[in-house]
């Protein structure tokens, strides 16, 4: 057996199994969730994550919005498709998931590398909605020695065929799972982590996670974000140790109109951490928006 996930195996007791589908866009054979009726409300996951990460999240939306979902390319149960881990490439990708399956979305939400596909599909036209919410936003550039360390890591990383395999299994065990997650500044429940633990031992994940990674290149994103005419919402964990919260604080100062709410005692994850009173704030300004009645 490879390790790599299997929907017939593994998805059997996936969150919200009984809302998946799978559609072929793009070169991509995606995993959908979907739920609830309304205007169509799309969240997209970070790097590393999956729909799992918005398992909790789902029904709290599904009240008043079509909730939809997905993994992205390499990630969870989505194939990886080719040349699709560039930010412009997963973006080109959710669009024609978007356009196959004829969903224009009202609101959406994408949490931190999630966030900043969102605003490069705003930016590029491919998607209008009224509004678009940013949860602990991976929206700049890795700075001084990071940056020349992480991307050239991450690409001899997954060049190496042998490595996904050795990463998940140091890991993927349960405890060196829950050190990663904490190394965020989120406390996750013990269902979190041992889903997070499925994902990390999957080689095809980890690859997928890497090749983000390794072709993330957020400069171009960042000179652009003045010209962001979509409502922007952003919320700010101050104890995220994953990205600062002056990432967001930078990026509200440079888009016109955005807005900025800080969320205290919670981290990286903290959608998963506490997802009413997320959903609370997203569902407020939603309101404001008129992309919920």
């Known amino acids: 057996m490879s390790g790599d ?35 169509a409300l799309l969240l997209v996951h970070g790097t590393g994550a999956s729909t799992h990460s918005w398992r909790n999240l789902m029904p ?43 969903v224009q979305p009202t609101l959406v939400v994408g949490h931190s590398a999630g966030a900043a596909i969102l605003i490069r599909m705003a930016l590029d036209g491919s998607i209008t909605p009224k509004g678009l919410v940013s949860v602990n936003g991976a929206l700049a550039q ?17 060049l190496n065929p042998f ?37 990390m031992q999957s080689p095809r994940h980890v690859r997928g996670a890497l090749a983000m990674m390794a072709n993330w ?36 100062d440079r888009v016109p109109g955005a807005k900025l709410e800080f969320v205290r005692g919670l981290g990286h994850l903290a959608h998963e951490e506490r997802p009413e009173q997320v959903a609370r704030i997203i569902t407020e300004y939603a309101r404001q928006w008129r992309a919920l009645v």
């Open 217 to 252: 290149d957020l400069e171009p994103l960042e000179r652009e974000l003045p010209r962001l005419a979509v409502p922007l919402l952003l919320i700010a964990a101050g104890g995220d140790l994953a990205v600062p919260a002056e990432v967001s604080v930078q990026v509200r």
């Open 60 to 102: 709290l939306f599904a009240p008043y919005f079509t909730v939809i979902a997905t993994d992205l390319p390499g990630h969870g149960f989505t194939s990886s498709g080719d040349r699709v881990a560039t930010l412009p490439g997963m973006a080109r990708a959710l669009s024609a998931l978007l356009n196959e399956i004829g």
């Open 163 to 199: 490595v996904p395999r050795v990463f998940t299994w140091a890991a993927g065990g349960r405890h060196s799972v829950e050190r990663l997650l904490r190394d965020t500044g989120s406390t996750l429940s013990r269902d979190g982590i041992a889903l997070y633990a499925r994902l």
């Open 142 to 158: 890795f700075r001084g020695v990071a940056r020349h360390v992480f991307g050239p890591l991450a690409k001899l990383l997954v």
């Open 5 to 39: 996930l299997d929907w017939q195996r593994d998805g059997r007791d996936w969150p919200h199994h009984e809302a998946s589908r799978f559609v072929e866009a793009g070169g991509v054979c995606w995993h959908v969730q979907q739920m609830g009726e309304g205007p």
